[in-house]
């Protein structure tokens, strides 16, 4: 298991951890199919009214997508099998709210993750970026999904300037990716106080509240994830290009 998931009960709140320090959390086939599972299985789970995740370790929340997944794609512009698509909570209908507490490095595909949560919480050390452009890849879904939350500018910066360039955590809350900056180490603590305040609400009124915040911007959303495919089919550099990319730039999730 590459995820570790605890629940209390007494507080209603669960814990959902990214469990692949060595791999600075990055997130492989079998790692997104447990997370599907976890979203999906606290939908019928009325003793868990609030989820908090986080990645293992003090390096990285996630890198993303683990490099080295193997995913294989139809031969079609058409048709894009993204292995991330359905590893956040809103994709599986959960309407539970979900806090983000990072420590570390959040880039590329952790974007699905920060993107479909309530909001984030983060250590003083926390780092923000996209590598896609760097590697031949376009940020289509990331950069989707970073426009609900930060200005334009902002995210386009981050989505084309690579790895050329983090963002820190004062500069996430500036922006508003980020709700709150802990202590150093207190990051999870401070999500996990905050969820279980929220969980002491009616959880009718709690979830409604959060089908009410998604829905005002659902609409643009939809429509930036529609197109998505399509752009990454055109734009995204060979497979043989990337590799050499790379090999020359160093290792990355996306």
């Not at 590459?2 to 790692?31: C, E, F, H, M, Y």
């Not at 512009?77 to 990072?102: E, Q, R, T």
């Not at 009616?202 to 009410?212: L, S, Y």
Request: with cysteine; proline share 6%.
């Amino acid at each position: 298991m590459t995820l570790t998931v605890t629940s209390n009960k007494s507080t209603g709140v669960a814990t959902i951890t990214l469990n692949r320090p060595s791999k600075l959390n990055a997130i492989d086939v079998p790692t997104a199919a447990e997370l599907t599972s976890a979203w999906q299985e606290f939908r019928f789970d009325d003793t868990v009214r609030a989820v908090v995740l986080t990645g293992a370790g003090d390096r990285a929340f996630s890198t993303g997508l683990d490099r080295d997944a193997q995913v294989p794609q139809p031969n079609s512009p058409y048709m894009v099998d993204d292995p991330l698509i359905a590893i956040g909570p809103k994709s599986n209908s959960l309407w539970k709210p979900v806090i983000s507490a990072v420590t570390g490095m959040a880039c590329g595909g952790a974007f699905y993750l920060l993107g479909e949560s309530e909001f984030v919480v983060a250590d003083p050390t926390a780092t923000f970026f996209d590598p896609h452009t760097t590697y031949g890849m376009v940020s289509a879904y990331e950069t989707a999904l970073m426009a609900q939350r930060m200005p334009y500018g902002e995210v386009a910066r981050m989505a084309l300037v690579g790895t050329a360039e983090r963002m820190s955590a004062k500069r996430a809350y500036e922006t508003g990716l980020v709700s709150e900056i802990t202590a150093p180490g207190k990051a999870l603590a401070s999500a996990l106080r905050t969820a279980e305040v929220i969980a002491g609400y009616p959880p009718e009124a709690v979830q409604g509240t959060v089908r009410a915040c998604w829905a005002a911007t659902e609409a643009a959303r939809s429509h930036a994830l529609a197109v998505a495919p399509h752009l990454v089919s055109l734009g995204n550099a060979s497979d043989e290009r990337q590799a050499e990319l790379f090999k020359g730039r160093g290792r990355g999730g996306s």
